[in-house]
């Protein structure tokens, strides 16, 4: 990808990078609008209990040698991570996974390891505010849009073009798909050239197009390309085909010990409490248990590790990548729940200080949340 300023991929490098937010939330994005004392009405809007994790089944892929095209993508140092084929041909279900010109595969990701957007992003460098002046709408369209995915991801892609026209200053990414209710769009503002599109459903079909806009107006938009998802991958959770996220967002008090600070979801659970979710992106999040929906959310300790199991309690079979890897006596002393072991009853007591159990400020589980748009 050889633009002005951008010199192809580079190795990443620690970043808190953010991904870009949807500027036209879909419905499950719209907050919970109940009074603090209506607590019978707030909890009908947790129907759903989520059923007990069942324990994945291991399937094997073949996998054929990456292929390189280096005509449409520049690779450089990255040539063993980037392809424009898939390593494996088939996904997880076995079904083709989508290729073309316009697409290039992220084929490094290991099957027990979880999604990650952020170090996705960490490849993409950052592009540097021009300082020219505007003297009309951007003339041309931007170039060479292509779909970067991540083999075993079908949550999430990166959208990445070439900017042709100095006068833009940012960009309009307009994501559609046909969904049961028709015709859906997400829409997405950025002033870099490229940006995550998150929260994808398993096996559908999307549409994108990248538009330049300054503040004297709007220029010509990309041609479309087209990118199919592949399936989900049963080794990661349960997926029901179909079914709508069982995240509410919910503006809920937390006990904050957190790297993320976006929007916060909540669900009921088979183990009778709440769990409660605040976001760095829908892959990296802080996961919080409480007895209540209105009570205070706590963090959840780890007497044996990291928090690496507590991915159980957003439904995904993986043990997680999770931050902040400190000694319990290095972290302030809370109360919280805690345990040692997956699908061990969490009990309710100090963590951090001197208790020798420790808890961390985000988790990457594998599972999107709030879900499909």
């Excluded at 050239?193 to 990248?210: G, I, M, Q, R």
Aim: charged share 25%; with cysteine; hydrophobic share 25%.
């Amino acid at each position: 990808m050889s633009t002005p300023g951008k010199t192809g991929l580079r190795p990443p490098a620690p970043s808190n990078k953010k991904t870009n937010q949807v500027g036209k939330p879909s419905s499950h994005d719209k907050p919970a609008d109940k009074k603090q004392g209506e607590k019978g009405s707030i909890l009908e809007l947790f129907p759903l209990v989520t059923a007990k994790p069942k324990q994945e089944r291991r399937q094997q892929t073949t996998t054929t040698a990456p292929v390189f095209n280096t005509s449409h993508f520049d690779i450089y140092e990255n040539s063993s991570i980037f392809s424009s084929l898939p390593a494996s041909e088939v996904d997880s279900m076995g079904n083709p996974r989508f290729i073309a010109p316009h697409v290039i595969y992220k084929t490094d990701k290991k099957p027990h390891e979880p999604c990650s957007i952020t170090s996705s992003l960490a490849y993409f460098p950052d592009e540097e505010g021009s300082d020219q002046n505007v003297t009309g709408p951007p003339r041309l369209p931007p170039s060479n849009l292509t779909v970067v995915t991540v083999e075993g991801c079908p949550s999430f892609v990166i959208l990445d073009w070439q900017k042709t026209d100095n006068e833009t200053r940012e960009y309009e990414v307009v994501s559609t798909t046909t969904g049961p209710n028709g015709r859906e769009m997400s829409v997405l503002t950025t002033n870099q050239t490229h940006t995550a599109v998150e929260n994808l459903k398993p096996e559908s079909s999307y549409e994108f197009k990248v538009t330049p806009k300054n503040e004297l107006g709007t220029g010509p938009s990309t041609d479309p390309v087209t990118f199919s998802t592949e399936s989900a991958d049963p080794r990661v959770s349960e997926y029901v085909s179909g079914k709508d996220a069982i995240w509410t967002q919910f503006p809920f008090k937390a006990d904050a010990y957190s790297e993320c600070s976006g929007k916060q979801y909540v669900k009921r659970t088979w183990y009778r409490k709440f769990v409660g979710i605040q976001l760095c992106n829908s892959l990296r999040y802080k996961i919080y248990l409480s007895e209540s929906l209105n009570g205070k959310f706590y963090n959840i300790g780890d007497q044996t590790g990291y928090g690496e199991d507590h991915c159980q309690f957003v439904d995904s079979f993986l043990d997680g990548r999770t931050g902040s890897h400190l000694l319990a006596d290095q972290l302030p002393s809370k109360l919280g729940f805690y345990r040692a072991l997956r699908q061990e009853p969490v009990s309710f007591g100090e963590i951090g200080g001197k208790s020798h159990t420790t808890y961390v400020g985000w988790y990457e589980c594998g599972t999107p949340i709030p879900g499909k748009w």
